[in-house]
């Protein structure tokens, strides 16, 4: 069964940077995107980047700028770079590979931003 482990979060001040890491544990086939989640402490998850191949991506508004997502094919991971981070920035942040046939979802990872 593939998992996918995130890594990379942690407690960090405003205006700081981490780098978020989502690595399957066996190569996936066929997949049509990648993308990060975050969900805030009684808010909905919500889309934070997306993507769907080359140069393809999508961002939430508020991350525009500020987040950037990359993937590496050969080794089934996706990577989510967030720079000049806010407090409102602070939730558990979830990966997801999608397949032609399956969603995979990551354990999730914390993002804390102090002020």
């Known amino acids: 069964q593939v998992q996918l482990v995130e890594s990379g979060g942690g407690l960090v001040q405003a205006g700081g940077s981490l780098r978020l890491s989502c690595a399957a544990s066996?190569?996936?086939?066929?997949?049509?995107?990648m993308g990060w989640y975050r969900q805030a402490p009684g808010k909905q998850r919500e889309l934070v980047a997306t993507?769907?191949?080359?140069?393809?991506?999508n961002y939430a508004d508020s991350v525009k700028g500020r987040f950037t997502i990359s993937r590496d094919n050969a080794k089934n991971t996706v990577y989510l770079q967030m720079n000049s981070l806010k407090p409102e920035d602070t939730a558990v942040y979830y990966c997801?590979?999608?397949?032609?046939?399956?969603?995979?979802w990551g354990q999730g990872t914390q993002v804390t931003v102090s002020s």
């Open positions: 997801k590979i999608s397949s032609n046939w399956y969603d995979y």
């Open positions: 066996e190569r996936i086939s066929s997949i049509n995107a």
């Open positions: 993507n769907t191949g080359a140069d393809r991506t």
